[in-house]
């Protein structure tokens, strides 16, 4: 069996290469601008267009209570206009050049996206150094947009269980870390941010110091850094930004929390306490991870799903972090079931782990998952550009993610055993319950 996925894996590596060569870490050039911006480049000709990718460190996790939110507005205000490209320019321009465009804001950073033609690359470059440069921030755009975050903020919570149950664990499993608060803000927050509220944020966290960039696709680097030279260098930098220092005291506890809403089933989430991406335990976790959940032969899925039917949804998740984060494991409740029941069951598979270890066989399988997804990320020019750039933040250099096959590699079943000892405690758990009002009780 293990020769069969190895060849599986070979037979996959070889189809991506000839359209798009397998990168290296060597292939990756990289530049800085005089104002502190960074450039991470990767030629790319499978086809002719580019990705650009811009990260700034900025995210819920530089927030406080008065602004919660300010970061995920920014991402939404990004694409209201500047000077040169007005109202609502950003996104037309860009498509009537063949791109589109994206954006996505977490605890930890906010993400812009861009993918068009070749021939668009100066174009692009002009239209990023005018909203980075002159962003409108004018009283009614504040406004109209403040209208489209509150309805946001509204229909998430509505149409989303689970990210109603998340954000109200995580104000309960953290009682110091702004992780504590969810990244579209409190509401009321939201209502009353002042305009020189937003401009304050984004004049100390927008600053090209503050950012990196990613380009991928077919350029050279040459080009690449004579538009950024003439597009961006001319932004000032900035002072840079006070350092998150707040740090979550050691959980002491069990903590529990029940949350209301009209469901159909209860969903049950369990949250420990784990150290920040790219910390020692980081590739055990993700391996960890995949043995719990990933896929039908995955622990959770057999006892929770296949064996008993318990469960209709379950699944685990690590956030990348740049502080210390939750390890989350999730699960919806089957007919007739409660969720103390589930409950029970997902605890006592978890409890397995960290009491009987996992075999080599589930190691094996773990570390195929993870590596050919490490090859599935390289298919694109987005992804790669998304991985290279998460992997300068959170892991302190894009190098690691070309390193990230051989560092799955490394783990040992008795590794994963360890870590399930260290981390999966009562005391450093919480469990929250999203049920019908009146519903069974944990």
Known sequence: MKNHICFILLLFVLWVSPATAMPSAEDVQAFTLKNGMKFFVLEDRAIPHVTLQIFFRAGSRNEYPGITGLSHFLEHMMFNGARKYGQQMFDRVLENAGGSSNAYTTENITAYQDWFPASALELVFEMEADRLGSLSLDEKTVENERGVVLSEHTTGYENSDYELLEDQLRSVAYQAHPYRWPVIGYESDIRNWRRSDVKAYFDTYYAPNNAIAVVVGDVTFARVRTLAEKYLEPLSPRPPPRPVHTREPEQRGEKRLLVHKDVSSSHVLVAYHVPQTGAEDYYVLELMSSILSDGRSSRLYRALIDIEPLATEVSTYVPYALDPTLFYVYAVCADGVSARKLESAMLREINRIAELGVTEKEVRKAQN???????????????KADMIGTHEIFFGSYKRFFDAPDLYREVKAA????????????????VGILEKSGGSRP
């Open 369 to 383: 998952n993870m590596i050919a997804s490490f090859y599935r990320s390289l298919e694109t020019m987005s992804n």
């Open 415 to 430: 590794d994963i055993k360890a870590a399930a000892a260290k981390y999966f405690r009562k005391n450093n758990r919480t």
